[in-house]
């Protein structure tokens, strides 16, 4: 049941754009969406909730294609600060069973 | 500031000891999580807590304990019987219990080694 995160690294130059994709062979009700910095807590990104609803911040871009239970992160003119491991978490139901399965992440590195 | 606080950060643990890490939030949530990481695998949940007094098994809750006796309180306690204990401990809480539209917040986490 533990999501896919494609690709598993990337590196970037500053100012260059990059797409993390997050695939499930289950239907999902919601992927969250963190990023951690080594040996850091893991930060809030996005949610993407089935039906189309997003909550998150506004410099985030993220997809939720549901026909495919795929979710893609779009990192647009990277800056340094995005490099970090970006984890996708999914959940199959909402209420009390929505406990989230994370991905092995996929490791930012943005160089100068 | 709100926050969830870990403590301690490092911590060693002797063969056949018990261990327990801690985990406090001061957000008023009233779920609470306990995940594991090692390297190259994302994170497990060994255990949640959606309201007090009460707790249920992750994926991973053997050779773990927890409880939920204060809303702002969700210690671990790492049993001699976990025999590979060597990861870093993430606690994490969110808004409303269980709900998978809310985002999760995590402390700075645990680095737990063997001696």
């Known amino acids: 049941q533990q999501p896919v995160q494609s690709p598993q690294a990337v590196i970037l130059r500053e100012g260059e754009d990059a797409v993390i994709n997050c695939s499930s062979s289950?239907?999902?009700?919601?992927v969250h969406w963190y990023r951690q910095k080594h040996g850091e807590a893991p930060v809030f990104l996005m949610i993407l909730l089935k039906g189309g609803e997003q909550k998150g911040h506004e410099k985030i871009s993220a997809s939720f294609n549901e026909k495919k239970q795929q979710s893609s992160l779009y990192l647009t003119a990277s800056q340094l600060s995005y490099s970090g491991t970006y984890f996708c978490?999914?959940?199959?139901?909402?209420?009390?069973?929505?406990?989230?399965?994370f991905g092995k992440g996929t490791k930012l590195s943005v160089k100068p | 500031d709100g926050g969830i606080t870990q403590s301690p950060k490092y911590l060693f643990r002797k063969e056949g000891q018990n261990v327990t890490l801690s985990c406090e939030q001061n957000?008023?949530?009233?779920?609470m999580y306990w995940y594991r990481q090692d390297p190259g695998q994302g994170l497990r949940l060994i255990y949640y807590?959606?309201?007090?007094?009460?707790?249920q098994k992750g994926d991973i809750a053997e050779g773990y304990s927890v409880s939920r006796e204060k809303k702002e309180s969700f210690p671990l306690t790492v049993t001699s019987a976990q025999k590979n204990p060597t990861a870093f401990y993430l606690c994490?809480?969110?808004?409303?219990?269980?709900?998978?539209?809310?985002?999760?917040?995590f402390g700075d986490g645990t680095r737990l080694s063997i001696l």
């Open positions: 978490g999914t959940a199959l139901y909402g209420g009390s069973q929505g406990n989230l399965i």
């Open positions: 289950k239907a999902l009700y919601s």
């Open positions: 957000l008023n949530h009233d779920a």
């Open positions: 994490a809480s969110s808004d409303t219990a269980g709900y998978s539209n809310q985002p999760q917040h």
């Open positions: 807590s959606q309201i007090v007094n009460d707790f």
